[in-house]
């Protein structure tokens, strides 16, 4: 089919969920050296105007990652080209995040996918809007 890269249309979508904890935090943090307080010290997130720690943005942005990683095409190498981001909400330690990622062009030629991707909170707040370029192609022999 020519409107098709490696099985994925337009259309074509994902989903991936995750509760965010104080310990994914922490390992965000060590394993980027992000170690700025407010992601961290309780007492200095309590003087910002989210009055708690929260989880870093691209923690959150994560879970793109992970929908596109490993459920779009699983089975298939899937390659992050592009990525924008606009983050809109806090995520504290115990929000349950959703990636939505929806196919919107395909690019047979070039094995590329455009996708929305939009995250969420358990209350229906939109946390990171955005949009992704991915090549998709098959594992070699």
């Not at 965000?28 to 870093?56: E, N």
């Not at 942005?61 to 809109?88: C, D, E, H, W």
Request: aromatic share 4%; no cysteine.
């Amino acid at each position: 089919m020519a409107d098709e890269v490696q099985g994925l249309t337009v259309g074509s979508s994902a989903t991936f969920e995750k509760t965010v904890t104080t310990q994914d935090i922490d390992s965000f943090a060590q394993a980027t050296g992000d170690d700025q307080p407010l992601h961290s010290d309780a007492a200095f997130a309590a003087r910002t105007r989210f009055q708690q720690p929260i989880a870093h943005g691209m923690l959150g942005a994560g879970v793109i990652s992970a929908a596109l990683g490993t459920k779009l095409a699983p089975g298939l190498v899937v390659i992050y080209m592009a990525q924008n981001l606009q983050f809109r909400a806090p995520v504290i330690p115990g929000d349950t995040v959703t990636a939505n990622v929806t196919v919107t062009k395909v690019d047979p030629e070039r094995s590329r996918v455009s996708l929305d991707t939009v995250v969420t909170k358990q209350d229906g707040t939109e946390v990171i809007r955005g949009d992704a370029l991915v090549m998709v192609e098959a594992p070699r022999d």
